[in-house]
């Protein structure tokens, strides 16, 4: 193999590898986050409010739904210890994308609540929801801002 045969495979490797190899990295860090994320879900499905608020950073703001905006860890726990101190309340939500860039991402998905209205009948509701993220040091990753709300009906 002469000389110039070597290095033009040697290019060739490395335009097909590293690409494939920074694919299979960038698809598995998108896979964590989607994971971060449905593992918050099943929190709140289980209505455990330290473990939900546990995904947020201290300075997150969230947007909830007819609702003020809330601005830090301990507000945010305020709304969902609400949510949760209705016995009827359930919520869930499916990730549908999961995006990362550098220590930025975000999650979007449909979410699905219920709750006994004011008459006592159900009340379902479907919606959307954004959530942007921040990688943290220890690797894991939490939520900055976070905000859903209801399709119409």
Do not use: C
Not at 9 to 32: C, E, F, M, Q, Y
Request: hydrophobic fraction near 45%.
């Amino acid at each position: 193999m002469t000389r110039f045969s070597r290095i033009l495979v040697a290019a060739v490797a490395v335009l097909v590898v590293v690409p494939l190899a920074l694919s299979a990295h960038i698809g598995a860090t998108a896979r964590d986050l989607a994971k971060a994320d449905e593992d918050w879900s099943r929190a709140a499905a289980a209505r455990d409010v330290e473990r939900v608020v546990s995904f947020y950073t201290e300075d997150a703001i969230a947007y909830p739904p007819d609702e003020p905006m809330t601005v830090g860890k301990a507000a945010a726990k305020k709304v969902w210890a609400a949510y949760f101190s209705d016995p009827s309340f359930a919520v869930s939500w499916k990730t549908e994308h999961a995006e990362v860039t550098g220590e930025l991402g975000y999650t979007t998905g449909t979410t699905e609540t219920s709750f006994k209205g004011p008459d006592g009948k159900v009340v379902r509701a479907k919606g959307k929801y954004v959530v942007v993220w921040r990688k943290q040091k220890d690797g894991s990753w939490k939520a900055i801002h976070d905000i859903w709300n209801n399709d119409s009906k």
